[in-house]
């Protein structure tokens, strides 16, 4: 530990990224190409479900939170939501205390096991499964994804299927919306390929990009009595106007675009967006 926060004093953040980035070249490699996932639950098993409400939860915030459960309510009226990777509640639960039936999709058992072990989350339906594909035998009023959770899509085809799923799921007049950041290419030095989002005494974590297949692996490295433990979760970044290019493909319409759950206006500057498509009623 003390090797690494020395070159950080001497050389700066960016070299220290780069070195990490060369360390971890190889297993990053296999995760932006490809490299079979071995856990039934995905890439977020067991060891990621336990500590990941702890290691989100200025995600949990009511200040956070609130605003996003007042969008979703306002918009399922009085009928049902769907969430497409519903992980541990974290909208769900309280989406549902206001009196929104929520069905969710997720691929990992171990992070609905975290849902079900709270309060009020034995209430929810979630089916298990890959929410591009898989099917919910009823219709939605709203159906969404958060927290970049779009992204888990490796690929343009997975991403293009997931629109024409959920509109097979929406009810004529239902909004699909997603929460999702803005690719931070305008952050990338020239030559670079990282970039960092979280720097402390026993946690670094840095995205990187290939601008080539708009492939992005989001990078945790924990130290722990001197040892770095790495854990990388591959992503596809995607841009507002492909967004709304799926949504046409799907048979949505752009409806809202804000830049968070507060709905201000979504601007060049913006770091997200949330947004609203609609399926026509006729």
């Keep these: 530990m003390r090797g690494w926060v020395r070159v950080l004093a ?31 639950d995905g890439y977020f098993g067991e060891n990621i479900a336990a500590t990941y409400d702890e290691s989100t939860a200025d ?40 009196g929104v039936p929520v069905h969710g999709i997720d691929t990992s058992r171990a992070m609905v096991d975290r849902l079900r072990a709270k309060p009020g989350g034995d209430a929810i339906d979630v089916t298990i499964g890959d929410f591009a594909s898989t099917r919910v035998e ?26 024409r799923n ?16 803005v690719p931070e290419l305008r952050k990338l030095p020239a030559g670079q390929n990282a970039v960092p989002f979280h720097i402390s005494e026993s946690r670094w974590a840095f995205d990187t990009y290939d601008v080539a297949t708009q492939a992005m692996n989001s990078n945790y490295v924990t130290i722990t009595d001197g040892r770095a433990e790495h854990w990388s979760i591959p992503f596809r970044y995607i841009w507002s106007a492909e967004l709304d290019l799926m949504a046409r493909l799907a048979g949505l319409r752009l409806r809202d675009r804000w830049q968070d759950w507060t709905r201000e206006p979504f601007t060049s500057e913006s770091g997200k967006h949330v947004s609203v498509w609609k399926k026509p009623v006729g």
């Excluded at 050389?11 to 071995?38: K, M």
């Excluded at 769907?82 to 974290?90: A, K, N, P, V, Y």
């Excluded at 009823?138 to 779009?150: E, G, H, L, M, Q």
């Design 59 to 98: 995600m949990s915030r009511p200040d956070v939170v609130g605003p996003a459960v007042d969008l979703l309510a306002e918009l399922a009226g009085s009928g049902p939501a769907l969430e497409l990777g519903i992980g541990t509640g974290r909208i769900a639960l309280p989406l549902a205390g206001r």
């Design 10 to 40: 001497d050389h700066g953040l960016q070299v220290v990224v780069q070195l990490l980035v060369d360390r971890f070249a190889a297993s990053e490699c296999e995760e932006q190409y490809g490299r079979e996932v071995i856990d039934a």
């Design 138 to 163: 009823k219709s939605f009023s709203v159906a969404y994804p958060v927290f970049n959770t779009i992204m888990n899509l490796t690929s343009q085809d997975a991403q293009v299927h997931c629109f």
């Design 166 to 181: 959920v509109a097979a799921h929406l009810a004529p007049g239902g909004c699909f919306v997603v929460e999702v950041m």
